[in-house]
């Protein structure tokens, strides 16, 4: 099917990219311009701020309980935004639907952010909170049987290697890794998937961007040969745990996250991938108010529930 109207009015709609360098700070300004009022957002049992202390220090994270008994576990959600944008704010929403849908509390991280901060911080944030989720006394896990790791875009990339960190670890408690559009190889060839040539232009996130947008992060350190950094790089994917990958018709980043998912079933690991028709790259984020998008969170809980 076309792109979506409601997507594609919104395409048609947006500015130029800015001449010159990109400015993290007045980029991020921007995003958080779009966030809605608290007195419109979806209302749940209960929202607090709270600090997780780990072992790379003090993380901020919101957690994010659906009604007041308590659930079978929880989802750790990264938000997405190239290593760069996003924080608990901009993608407030998302972690409501997720709960919301699926009836478990979300712990949404506010991991730190390059270019300021250097690889591997934001990743070490994300993992530190999925072991104090797991591991603290009094953390929103105790007594849950289900822990997933959860991301969007980028967030993506962090749930992707949080899951594998973990397996390495020999930390065996994550119980599912949930992928929206996730970008999973930072080297951004063209020539290496046929989606960042066929979707290079007029869905929105643009092939030609990836490479400036995702610099912030790979010229803090991240190396794209690093499988923590790109983790369809990891030659042995055997023990992850089992992945619900979803995936834009129109997104650049398509291909990879489909070939995840394939690699994953080809290893042994039980893995769904979801394709949406009609979507474009970050559609969770920016369109989960559209009804056929907005079943993702529904998908969600199913893949949950069955694995």
Request: hydrophobic letters at 40%; glycine letters at 12%.
């Amino acid at each position: 099917m076309p792109l979506h109207p409601e997507i594609a009015a919104f395409v048609a709609g947006l500015p130029a990219p800015p001449e010159g360098p990109l400015d993290p700070v007045a980029l991020r300004a921007a995003d958080e311009t779009h966030v809605a009022p608290p007195a419109e957002r979806l209302p749940l049992h209960a929202v607090e701020d709270v600090t997780a202390r780990t072992a790379s220090g003090d993380v901020p994270v919101r957690i994010y309980t659906p009604a007041e008994a308590e659930g079978n576990g929880v989802i750790v959600y990264f938000h997405g935004g190239a290593f760069f944008l996003g924080s608990l704010e901009t993608h407030d929403h998302v972690a409501r639907s997720l709960a919301k849908e699926t009836g478990l509390k979300v712990v949404s991280v506010g991991y730190r952010l390059a270019p300021e901060s250097a690889f591997p911080a934001g990743l070490a944030d994300c993992y530190g909170v999925v072991r104090w989720v797991a591991e603290e006394g009094g953390s929103p896990a105790r007594g849950g049987t289900t822990l997933a790791v959860a991301g969007d875009s980028s967030g993506g990339t962090f749930a992707a290697a949080v899951a594998a960190m973990a397996h390495d670890d020999g930390f065996d408690r994550i119980t599912h890794q949930i992928l929206y559009y996730p970008s999973l190889d930072l080297d951004f060839d063209t020539g290496r998937y046929a989606s960042l040539r066929e979707n290079a232009v007029g869905y929105g996130l643009e092939t030609a961007g990836l490479k400036p947008f995702n610099a912030f992060y790979t010229g803090s350190g991240a190396d794209p040969a690093d499988p923590l950094v790109s983790p369809l790089k990891r030659t042995d994917l055997t023990g992850l745990p089992p992945a619900l990958v979803v995936t834009g018709e129109y997104d650049p980043l398509r291909d990879e996250g489909e070939l995840y998912g394939r690699r994953l079933r080809e290893a042994g690991v039980r893995a769904a991938v979801s394709r949406y028709a009609g979507a474009g790259h970050g559609f969770v984020q920016h369109f989960s108010w559209i009804p056929e998008y907005h079943r993702v969170f529904e998908e969600t809980r199913d893949f949950l529930r069955r694995n």
